[in-house]
């Protein structure tokens, strides 16, 4: 154990100005066996600063502003951090620099290696839960609609419940398949199969590409994406490694889309669970705006079980091929449904909901309501009730005061 290394500075909007993401650097000697990190400010200030890890082989983590501290060791690591081999050499503390006072704020940072160090117990998994029946949509020959959240976070970022904690809530909720995006980390991928597996549901691979100017999701397996790159590249880095992308919550406060984009990403969460006062029609006019040939999806954003947040509000359908079961053929189904653009999106799982089933659209649950389409508009009168779609995208079900039931994607 050699002496701790400490970086101090004040760092002032100026500053965040030339420099938004300031690496601090620490060496690892051969053979090191643990390396802990802690970050000192004062909260008091109005400050929120970012904490995460580059090591000399690539990045090892980010816990934005969740925690003032972590541990990575070969054997295990604080959540949101990458265990494994540390390699000797040159690695960061990286700092994001995500509100500054006017008046600045002094920050201190100290590195430790290869010291005795403690991480949490792990706790124990909750048992698997009773999942409610199927609801049996109507589906072309071949298919099935699975019941999907795409957005949803655990103690690796800013969650409060483990893996298995969030998949066994989500199987009580009557999901089939739950996207894990915790974020600007990938840590949480390398638990979702097991834990998948063990409780009978399909959780997909995904990273919350986030920065004040927007947030993303990357869906499938596909590695970590670097959200300090400009977004146009997490475009493209996403789909050359075979992934899918999808702008997140673009109205959502201050966590609005705002980056510039040259090329659009296939997917849009259109339906966030900021989305209370569904006769405001600001996502749909953002939809319809942005173009509605990006595949609609909806997320919860889920984050712990005690802010009103449910799990599976929205619920994203997404038609899968009916001979995947088991959570481990799901993954690759859901991902191959999202990238056809066979979605619908309704309120909640039990919710009126518009299906496009062999070029029809069907409306289920909801006599008496309106599908707006581009070109015309349907009045629904039966419980379900099947129709040519007036137009080619963005078909929106609305009740009688304008409020938006459900959103319908178009398969291509």
């Given at each position: 154990?050699?002496?701790?290394?400490?970086?101090?500075?004040?760092?002032?909007?100026?500053?965040?100005?030339?420099?938004?993401?300031?690496?601090?650097?620490?060496?690892?000697?051969?053979?090191?066996?643990?390396?802990?990190?802690?970050?000192?400010?004062?909260?008091?200030?109005?400050?929120?600063?970012?904490?995460?890890?580059?090591?000399?082989?690539?990045?090892?983590?980010?816990?934005?502003?969740?925690?003032?501290?972590?541990?990575?060791?070969?054997e295990?690591?604080?959540?949101?951090?990458?265990?494994?081999?540390?390699?000797?050499?040159?690695?960061?503390?990286?700092?994001?620099?995500?509100r500054?006072?006017?008046?600045?704020?002094?920050?201190?940072?100290?590195?430790?290696?290869?010291?005795?160090?403690?991480?949490?117990?792990?706790?124990?998994?909750?048992?698997?839960?009773?999942?409610?029946?199927p609801?049996?949509?109507?589906?072309?020959?071949?298919?099935?609609?699975?019941?999907?959240?795409?957005?949803?976070?655990?103690?690796?970022?800013?969650?409060?419940?483990?893996v298995?904690?969030?998949?066994?809530?989500?199987?009580?909720?009557?999901?089939?398949?739950?996207?894990?995006?915790?974020?600007?980390?990938?840590?949480?991928?390398?638990?979702?199969?097991?834990?998948?597996?063990?409780?009978?549901?399909?959780?997909?691979?995904?990273?919350?590409?986030?920065?004040?100017?927007?947030?993303?999701?990357?869906?499938?397996?596909?590695?970590?994406?670097?959200?300090?790159?400009?977004?146009?590249?997490?475009?493209?880095?996403?789909?050359?490694?075979?992934?899918?992308?999808?702008?997140?919550?673009?109205?959502?406060?201050?966590?609005?889309?705002?980056?510039?984009?040259?090329?659009?990403?296939?997917?849009?969460?259109?339906?966030?669970?900021?989305?209370?006062?569904?006769?405001?029609?600001?996502?749909?006019?953002?939809?319809?705006?942005w173009?509605?040939?990006?595949?609609?999806?909806?997320?919860?954003?889920?984050?712990?079980?005690?802010?009103?947040?449910?799990?599976?509000?929205?619920?994203?359908?997404?038609?899968?091929?009916?001979?995947?079961?088991?959570?481990?053929?799901l993954?690759?189904?859901?991902?191959?449904?999202?990238?056809?653009?066979?979605?619908?999106v309704?309120?909640?799982?039990?919710?009126?909901?518009?299906?496009?089933?062999?070029?029809?659209?069907?409306?289920?649950?909801?006599?008496g309501?309106?599908?707006?389409?581009?070109?015309?508009t349907?009045?629904?009168?039966?419980?379900?009730d099947?129709f040519?779609?007036?137009?080619?995208?963005?078909?929106?079900?609305?009740?009688?005061?304008?409020?938006?039931?459900?959103?319908?994607?178009?398969?291509?």
């Open positions: 154990m050699g002496a701790p290394t400490i970086h101090r500075g004040f760092w002032t909007r100026d500053l965040r100005a030339d420099k938004h993401w300031p690496l601090l650097p620490f060496d690892v000697p051969a053979g090191c066996r643990s390396i802990a990190v802690e970050l000192e400010f004062d909260p008091a200030s109005g400050a929120v600063i970012d904490l995460g890890c580059e090591g000399a082989g690539g990045w090892r983590g980010w816990s934005g502003g969740a925690r003032r501290d972590y541990v990575i060791t070969p295990a690591a604080t959540p949101g951090y990458v265990h494994g081999d540390l390699e000797a050499g040159e690695w960061h503390v990286v700092l994001g620099l995500h500054i006072p006017p008046t600045g704020v002094e920050v201190t940072v100290t590195i430790r290696t290869d010291v005795d160090v403690e991480l949490p117990q792990a706790r124990p998994n909750p048992p698997v839960p009773a999942k409610p029946r609801r049996g949509l109507p589906s072309a020959a071949g298919m099935r609609w699975v019941a999907t959240d795409l957005h949803a976070h655990t103690l690796h970022s800013d969650g409060t419940l483990t298995a904690e969030l998949a066994a809530e989500a199987v009580a909720a009557g999901l089939d398949a739950l996207a894990v995006t915790d974020h600007n980390t990938v840590s949480h991928h390398a638990e979702l199969a097991e834990v998948g597996r063990r409780y009978g549901i399909a959780l997909i691979p995904g990273q919350e590409v986030t920065t004040e100017f927007g947030h993303a999701n990357a869906f499938g397996d596909i590695g970590w994406v670097d959200f300090r790159e400009p977004a146009a590249n997490w475009v493209k880095t996403v789909r050359e490694r075979g992934g899918l992308l999808s702008v997140n919550h673009p109205l959502s406060g201050d966590c609005a889309w705002r980056h510039p984009l040259p090329e659009h990403p296939p997917l849009a969460e259109v339906w966030h669970s900021s989305w209370q006062a569904r006769e405001w029609g600001g996502p749909v006019a953002w939809w319809q705006a173009g509605t040939t990006a595949t609609p999806i909806g997320g919860s954003d889920w984050h712990r079980p005690d802010v009103g947040v449910r799990l599976g509000a929205p619920t994203t359908w997404v038609a899968v091929d009916a001979h995947a079961r088991n959570a481990e053929e993954v690759p189904a859901v991902l191959e449904g999202l990238r056809a653009g066979r979605t619908a309704s309120a909640d799982r039990t919710g009126p909901v518009l299906l496009p089933v062999d070029g029809k659209i069907i409306a289920l649950d909801a006599p309501t309106l599908v707006v389409g581009p070109e015309a349907h009045k629904v009168r039966f419980d379900r099947a040519d779609p007036p137009g080619r995208h963005g078909h929106v079900l609305c009740a009688h005061d304008g409020s938006v039931l459900a959103l319908a994607g178009t398969p291509h």
